[in-house]
């Protein structure tokens, strides 16, 4: 499977498409510069493959990108910053 990711700011969600399905997405919420992650869903028929990890990444990637620090309301988000020490420095308050 071939992933690109898109952010729709005005959506307030990142999206993970296979050719022009879409395959996951992560929503948030924006106050200011403190990005809120609501949810992360993946495509029921592409669990297990790594989607919502490799959009996470690119999530906080483009959280680091703009400045922002991020508030995981989502258990998978908030699974996932445990887990990468790496990004640890985006939570809110910024540690």
Not at 50 to 66: F, N, W, Y
Not at 75 to 91: G, I, K, M, S, V
Request: charged share 25%.
């Amino acid at each position: 499977m071939s992933l690109t990711f898109e952010h729709d700011s005005s959506g307030h969600q990142f999206r993970a498409l296979d050719e022009a399905s879409e395959v996951g997405r992560v929503e948030y919420d924006l106050d200011g510069t403190v990005a809120t992650v609501t949810h992360t869903w993946t495509d029921p028929t592409h669990r297990g493959e790594g989607i919502a990890g490799k959009l996470t990444t690119v999530v906080l990637d483009e959280v680091r990108t703009r400045g922002w620090t991020v508030v995981p309301q989502c258990p998978y988000t908030a699974r996932f910053l445990a887990d990468h020490a790496e990004y640890q420095d985006l939570l809110y308050p910024a540690g």
